[in-house]
């Protein structure tokens, strides 16, 4: 394994990203840590906290903006957390140890990176369908109907994935979002996802901590990378040009999700 300063670096890689296009957390943080010798329950568990405590900032700022729809919070989280608790005593009851678990992370990986992918490439159009004056029409309508039971759905969704993961609770559940709640501002659905991801990635890194998948030290050192880096990216990403960042953002994860699927 490569020495602390290394781990400071990646740390600071990876908060320049998320400073600069909000997005990029966990879906950059695990596979590099893997690639640098991490292990995969490792890489996970740890990146888990250390997605609560760098969201938590900005879900202050948002709270205090009232950016934040707490009913969606909430309902998302009914469905989220309870997953992420069933998924968490899956892996320790069912299996004995990481190694015997570690296919099942890998391909979870893969996936929540494919559709994080696909979330920052065809974010655009999505943004474009929720800006408009959406159409009446028998799916829209079916979804109004039974918003309540469709976040509930996803939530849970989210709660095993992200917990699989460690990817998924930023870009992905922005798309959700934007799909279920076409009413909301871009600003609200931001501050309500990022709200969500913070207790979900919380209870789901406690629960690997447990399981002895979160590194602390490793932790420290990414974090002390990370936290000047955002605030630096965060400053620059008002001259960068979105359509640049996103997409490169998008075919790298894409691609990194083809090794971890069939490689």
């Given at each position: 394994?490569?020495?602390?300063?290394?781990?400071?670096?990646?740390?600071?890689?990876?908060?320049?990203?998320?400073?600069?296009?909000?997005?990029?957390?966990?879906s950059?943080?695990?596979?590099?840590?893997?690639?640098?010798?991490?292990?995969?329950?490792?890489?996970?568990?740890?990146?888990?906290l250390?997605?609560?405590?760098?969201?938590?900032?900005?879900?202050v700022?948002?709270?205090?903006?009232?950016?934040?729809?707490?009913?969606?919070?909430?309902?998302?989280?009914?469905?989220?957390?309870?997953?992420?608790?069933?998924?968490?005593?899956?892996?320790?009851?069912?299996?004995g140890?990481?190694?015997?678990?570690?296919?099942?992370?890998?391909?979870?990986?893969?996936?929540?990176?494919?559709?994080?992918?696909?979330?920052?490439?065809?974010?655009?159009?999505?943004?474009?369908?929720?800006?408009?004056?959406p159409?009446?029409?028998?799916?829209?309508?079916?979804?109004?109907?039974?918003?309540?039971?469709?976040?509930?759905?996803?939530?849970?969704?989210?709660?095993?994935?992200?917990?699989?993961?460690?990817?998924?609770?930023?870009?992905?559940?922005?798309?959700?979002?934007?799909?279920?709640?076409?009413?909301?501002?871009?600003?609200?659905?931001?501050?309500?996802?990022?709200?969500?991801?913070?207790?979900?990635?919380?209870?789901a890194?406690?629960?690997?901590?447990?399981?002895?998948?979160?590194?602390?030290q490793?932790?420290?050192?990414?974090?002390?990378g990370?936290?000047?880096?955002?605030?630096?990216?965060?400053?620059?990403?008002?001259?960068?040009?979105?359509?640049?960042?996103?997409?490169?953002?998008?075919?790298?994860?894409?691609?990194?999700?083809?090794?971890?699927?069939?490689?």
């Amino acid at each position: 394994m490569i020495d602390g300063m290394g781990f400071i670096l990646v740390g600071a890689l990876v908060g320049f990203c998320v400073g600069l296009t909000g997005v990029g957390g966990g879906s950059l943080m695990t596979p590099l840590l893997t690639m640098m010798g991490v292990p995969l329950h490792t890489a996970i568990g740890t990146d888990l906290l250390y997605a609560s405590i760098t969201k938590s900032s900005g879900a202050v700022v948002h709270a205090g903006k009232k950016n934040i729809n707490w009913p969606v919070v909430l309902t998302l989280s009914a469905g989220s957390i309870p997953a992420a608790l069933l998924t968490l005593w899956a892996l320790k009851t069912l299996f004995g140890n990481a190694n015997e678990y570690k296919e099942v992370l890998t391909v979870s990986l893969g996936f929540m990176l494919m559709l994080t992918a696909a979330s920052l490439l065809f974010r655009k159009q999505l943004q474009r369908l929720h800006d408009a004056n959406p159409l009446q029409n028998h799916i829209r309508q079916v979804i109004d109907r039974h918003t309540k039971v469709f976040t509930l759905c996803m939530g849970l969704a989210l709660g095993v994935l992200v917990t699989l993961s460690s990817v998924g609770a930023g870009a992905f559940g922005v798309v959700v979002l934007l799909s279920l709640y076409p009413r909301l501002s871009t600003i609200e659905i931001i501050g309500t996802d990022v709200t969500h991801a913070v207790v979900l990635t919380l209870v789901a890194g406690l629960g690997h901590l447990q399981m002895g998948n979160v590194d602390l030290q490793l932790l420290g050192w990414m974090l002390l990378g990370s936290i000047p880096a955002i605030i630096a990216g965060t400053h620059l990403s008002s001259r960068m040009p979105d359509d640049v960042i996103r997409p490169i953002l998008g075919v790298t994860l894409a691609a990194l999700s083809v090794k971890f699927v069939f490689y």
